[in-house]
């Protein structure tokens, strides 16, 4: 499907020039003549992908991105930034704009087009629900209110980021996010669900009745299709009343791995806080894997509970120490990941039980092929190490399953590190 294509430039003629071309080209495509314009047709129109001018009147190609991109549900947008022959952009700002990719207008108007076509075989996407896009349903007016929007941003990402000092303490960490909360938005409960591949820890602190675990857990199932059981179940509180029927789930992730939820029950402005969860789900979804590693590390728990393979943070050390041998004796090697397909149609057709058994199977085999280099990353994906000519295919016979190869071949050690880290893998 073509995508939907923002032109924002104060030149008329290369707005037309642009838009002839791209529209021709079977895209569906949307002005603006300034940066404030540009913001406000931006969530009006959604696109897919924003061509920016760098020097326009009121807000300029860097502050429009950087804006664009302090929305979470905006990381995929693709965003091309122009500049002119004369204009010289800071390298830092250039690199923290968010955007894609860079093209001086210089190059010549064949060249450019062609070097716009070849990005946009890309793929991008806005990945807004129906909810969030009645936030912006009335326009920013004035630059006040776009300066206004990123001093909000800034402030909420500063009171997550001064929470990095209780990380050896979870529950306190919780207590004070909670205070956080309850400061910005009006509830009569909030919790917080994080998670590993095999457990999960929920906390609360209102002063009301609080929900049973048993109606928290079956809301969470009814709700996640693909969601396993957890070996273990942790919590702060005990309660003794059901879940109310009135609540807001939003979930936290990295790269489409699921790290845990926010339930927060009779919310007075579900907007309120679906906009302020945008603005701050990254930082949320960075704080919970790195609690994760803290929860294993004070735990001294180094393997999962269903499939004895590593937890993902021993796995890291363990590529870390690969690596180094790798270079030490210039010899390659190669991480598979593992991932079983289609969970929500599997427990459907087959049931849970069939589910789990696989993953245990899948387990098994990996663990005698990979002893002590096999890890459970996801509840249902595994990665293994591996420093031998071995095919998977043959010796993993599951149909249910998908099997990747990642080759080590010199990567620059900081480049693979940030790929495992982030859960690229």
């Known amino acids: 499907m073509p995508y939907k294509i923002l032109i924002v430039d104060d030149s008329d003629v290369w707005r037309s020039f642009l838009s002839k071309h791209l529209t021709n080209h079977g895209y569906t495509v949307e002005e603006a003549s300034d940066g404030i314009d540009g913001i406000n047709k931006f969530f009006e129109f959604l696109p897919d992908v924003v061509i920016v001018d760098y020097i326009m009147p009121n807000l300029n190609g860097i502050q429009f991105s950087r804006f664009i991109r302090s929305f979470s549900s905006c990381k995929n947008v693709g965003i091309i930034l122009l500049t002119a022959s004369n204009e010289s952009i800071n390298e830092f700002w250039a690199k923290k704009s968010g955007a894609n990719l860079f093209l001086n207008k210089s190059i010549g108007q064949e060249e450019l087009l062609k070097e716009i076509d070849k990005f946009l075989k890309g793929t991008f996407s806005i990945d807004w629900s129906r909810e969030v896009y009645k936030i912006h349903s009335q326009p920013f007016g004035e630059l006040i209110d776009i300066l206004d929007e990123s001093l909000k941003y800034s402030t909420i990402l500063s009171e997550i980021t ?6 050896n303490d979870e529950e306190l960490l919780f207590s004070k996010l909670h205070e956080f909360f309850a400061e910005l938005f009006y509830f009569s409960n909030l919790y917080f669900l994080i998670l590993t591949p095999s457990r999960l820890r929920i906390y609360n602190f209102s002063d009301n009745e609080k929900a049973t675990i048993k109606s928290i857990t079956e809301f969470l199932y009814s709700k996640i299709p693909f969601l396993l059981p957890f070996t273990k179940i942790s919590s702060n509180y005990e309660g003794e009343k059901q879940l109310d029927e009135n609540n807001l789930l939003l979930p936290l992730d990295l790269n489409d791995n699921l790290l845990g939820f926010l ?21 949320l979804s960075n704080l919970f894997v790195i609690l994760n590693d803290y929860y294993y590390l004070f735990n001294n728990i180094t393997y999962d509970d269903n499939t004895k393979t590593l937890v993902f943070p021993i796995f890291r050390s363990k590529i870390q120490q690969s690596i180094k041998f790798a270079k030490r004796n210039n010899i390659n090697f190669k991480v598979f990941t593992v991932e079983i397909k289609n969970i929500p149609h599997l427990l459907k057709n087959k049931g849970t039980k069939y589910v789990i058994n696989l993953l245990k199977k899948i387990a098994e085999k990996l663990n005698s092929t990979f002893p002590d280099a096999t890890s459970r990353i996801t509840q249902t994906k595994f990665a293994c190490i591996s420093f031998e000519g071995i095919n998977l295919d043959k010796m993993l016979n599951f149909e249910e399953i998908k099997i990747n190869e990642f080759y080590w071949d010199n990567k620059d050690i900081l480049e693979i590190l940030d790929l495992i880290y982030r859960g690229g893998i």
Do not use: R, S, T
Not at 162 to 167: A, Q, R, S
Not at 264 to 282: A, G, H, S, V
């Open 162 to 167: 001064n929470l990095l000092v209780y990380l």
């Open 263 to 283: 339930i927060f029950e009779n919310p007075k402005n579900e907007e309120q806080i679906i906009y302020n969860f945008n603005l701050l789900k990254d930082a």
